[in-house]
């Protein structure tokens, strides 16, 4: 004989101070998560056309698919029937757009010639800015023909970085940037309109001469990149580099990265496959450093590497260079 459910009002105070904290304990994740959802919804819609709205759309999509995943179990399990639906329904639309918008998991088909591929690897080295022998070190296996390093403490450190990697590598290096590649570099003229943190350099590849541009904004949390973006948006229309690299500290959907002048894609985009996201390395949430493709770029292979030697993924992009039009 099955035993007689036990109604609440035989249950034991204890039991009914128990039952009732984690009620109450559900309806307030449940209506903090629902809050956050709210922040999310805003980032989303206005991304960071101010410091308001940039600094919402700095939820992450996959913190805010679980925290309200968490609350309809939590809600369901402590009786709370109507909230635990309401975050269920809630649930559906970021992890919709974490899995169909922010992340795609088809890899585009390749328009480049893998049999005259280049490699470019862009990494912000953060707290290592100072080790070049652990940056080389990472670095070597992925054999890069032109290496974009954000963060790096100094020209003797981007020297020793590029003499360990080879004797046929030279370096450029711009405040705390170092480009370091086959082949010669220059850096380019300099543009007073120009962001004081993008430098165009000049790379004669074993492939042909290319034009980078190397990023490295501002990264406080509350500060509006949008007047940033933007002015690398012109400047990318105006000087029509073939590749744009580097540390944005702003997400690849944000207005203006979204919105790229003709003829520019984001190598994710264009090559890419899986988890999009570069920070932080353990357990990457914000897609925050980025590398564009001009109109002669063909990409081949995009993907990020975990390094576990810095707080960034790198990013390895590999490309061709559309022929020359016939005369």
Same mark, same amino acid.
């Given at each position: 004989?099955?035993?007689?459910?036990? %109604? @609440?009002?035989?249950?034991?105070?204890? &039991?009914?101070?128990?039952?009732?904290?984690?009620?109450?304990?559900?309806?307030?994740?449940?209506?903090?998560?629902?809050?956050?959802?709210?922040?999310?919804?805003?980032?989303?819609?206005?991304?960071?056309?101010?410091?308001?709205?940039?600094?919402?759309?700095?939820?992450?999509?996959?913190?805010?698919?679980?925290?309200?995943?968490?609350?309809?179990?939590?809600?369901?399990?402590?009786?709370?029937?109507?909230?635990?639906? &309401?975050?269920?329904?809630?649930?559906?639309? @970021?992890?919709?757009?974490?899995?169909?918008?922010?992340?795609?998991?088809?890899?585009?088909?390749?328009?480049?010639?893998?049999?005259?591929?280049?490699?470019?690897?862009?990494?912000?080295?953060?707290?290592?800015?100072?080790?070049?022998?652990?940056?080389?070190?990472?670095?070597?296996?992925?054999?890069?023909?032109?290496?974009?390093?954000?963060?790096?403490?100094?020209?003797?450190? %981007?020297?020793?970085?590029?003499?360990?990697?080879?004797?046929?590598?030279?370096?450029?290096?711009?405040?705390?940037?170092?480009?370091?590649?086959?082949?010669?570099?220059?850096?380019?003229?300099?543009?007073?309109?120009? @962001?004081?943190?993008?430098?165009?350099?000049?790379?004669?590849?074993?492939?042909?001469?290319?034009?980078?541009?190397?990023?490295?904004?501002?990264?406080? $949390?509350?500060?509006?990149?949008? $007047?940033?973006?933007?002015?690398?948006?012109?400047?990318?229309?105006?000087?029509? $580099?073939?590749?744009? &690299?580097?540390?944005?500290?702003?997400?690849?959907?944000?207005?203006?990265?979204?919105?790229?002048?003709?003829?520019?894609?984001?190598?994710?985009?264009?090559?890419?496959?899986?988890?999009?996201? %570069?920070?932080?390395?353990?357990?990457?949430?914000?897609?925050?450093?980025?590398?564009?493709?001009?109109?002669?770029?063909?990409?081949?292979?995009?993907?990020?590497?975990?390094?576990?030697?810095?707080?960034?993924?790198?990013?390895?992009?590999?490309?061709?260079?559309?022929?020359?039009?016939?005369?």
């Amino acid at each position: 004989m099955s035993a007689t459910p036990q %109604s @609440p009002a035989s249950e034991t105070p204890a &039991a009914q101070i128990a039952r009732s904290a984690r009620s109450v304990a559900a309806w307030l994740w449940a209506n903090v998560t629902m809050g956050a959802f709210g922040v999310w919804v805003v980032g989303e819609v206005f991304r960071d056309m101010n410091s308001l709205t940039g600094a919402c759309f700095l939820v992450p999509t996959s913190l805010c698919s679980v925290a309200l995943l968490v609350a309809a179990l939590l809600a369901f399990a402590s009786g709370c029937r109507r909230v635990a639906l &309401a975050a269920a329904v809630l649930w559906l639309f @970021p992890t919709f757009w974490l899995f169909f918008v922010e992340n795609q998991w088809v890899r585009p088909r390749v328009r480049g010639d893998p049999a005259h591929a280049l490699r470019l690897v862009h990494w912000n080295v953060g707290p290592i800015g100072g080790r070049p022998g652990t940056i080389a070190e990472a670095l070597k296996p992925l054999n890069a023909d032109i290496i974009v390093l954000s963060e790096l403490l100094g020209q003797e450190v %981007s020297r020793q970085v590029a003499t360990t990697l080879g004797r046929d590598y030279t370096v450029c290096h711009v405040r705390q940037i170092a480009v370091i590649a086959r082949g010669s570099l220059r850096r380019g003229p300099k543009d007073e309109r120009m @962001p004081s943190r993008v430098y165009t350099i000049e790379w004669t590849s074993p492939r042909g001469p290319l034009k980078l541009m190397a990023v490295d904004l501002p990264s406080r $949390p509350l500060y509006s990149r949008q $007047p940033w973006l933007r002015q690398v948006h012109e400047r990318i229309a105006y000087i029509g $580099p073939d590749l744009v &690299a580097g540390d944005f500290n702003a997400r690849r959907r944000s207005h203006w990265l979204g919105r790229l002048p003709r003829g520019y894609a984001h190598a994710y985009d264009a090559a890419g496959t899986g988890w999009c996201y %570069s920070w932080p390395d353990g357990f990457p949430l914000w897609d925050i450093d980025q590398c564009i493709l001009g109109p002669r770029i063909r990409a081949i292979r995009y993907k990020l590497v975990g390094t576990g030697a810095s707080d960034h993924r790198l990013q390895c992009f590999d490309f061709s260079i559309a022929p020359a039009p016939s005369p």
